[in-house]
C-alpha cells in the first residue's frame, strides 16, 4: 500500500497549477484590476478584486467578481481531474485564489441575502478544504 492511498475511497485531491505571474504582481503591488485584465483565468485575481470590494461596501460588485473567479477556478478544477466533488487543499497554494473566491461567493451571497447560494457555497468550501473554511471563515 502507497502511504498516498486515500484509505477513505474518495477522490483524491486536486492541485491546480502554480500561476507564479499573477501572484507577483499581487505581491508587487500591482492592481487586482490589472492583473484580471492581464490572467483573466486566474481566480486569484477575481477573489482579490472581491474582497476589495467587499471591504469598501460595494457588495454587488464583490458578488460579481467573486462568481467570475469561482467560475474560471471551476474550469481549472477541470482542466486538472476534478470530476465535481472531493478535497481542493488549501495548503496547496496553488488552489487559494479558487477557494478564496468561493469563501467571498458565499459571503457577497449571504449579504445580498441569497441564502441558499450562501449556504451551497459555504459547504462547498467546508467540502473541498475544511482548512480553508476555518482559516477564510
Not at 476589495?52 to 461596501?57: C, E, I, K
Not at 464583490?62 to 465535481?84: F, M, P, Q, V
Amino acid at each position: 500500500m502507497s502511504i498516498h492511498e486515500n484509505l477513505l475511497g474518495g477522490p483524491p485531491p486536486t492541485h491546480l497549477p502554480a500561476e507564479p505571474e499573477p501572484l507577483e504582481l499581487l505581491a508587487g503591488g500591482t492592481s487586482p484590476t490589472e492583473v484580471a485584465a492581464a490572467h483573466p483565468a486566474s481566480s486569484l485575481a477575481w477573489a482579490q478584486l472581491a474582497d476589495d470590494a467587499f471591504a469598501a461596501g460595494r457588495v454587488v460588485e464583490s458578488y460579481a467578481y467573486a462568481r467570475t473567479g469561482y467560475h474560471r477556478g471551476l474550469d481549472a478544477l477541470r482542466r486538472n481531474g476534478w470530476k465535481g466533488h472531493g478535497p481542493v487543499p488549501w495548503e496547496h497554494e496553488p488552489n487559494r485564489g479558487f477557494l478564496r473566491a468561493l469563501h467571498a461567493l458565499a459571503r457577497a451571497a449571504d449579504a445580498i441575502g441569497e441564502k441558499p447560494e450562501a449556504e451551497r457555497c459555504s459547504q462547498f468550501l467546508k467540502d473541498s478544504s475544511p482548512t480553508a473554511a476555518e482559516t477564510l471563515g
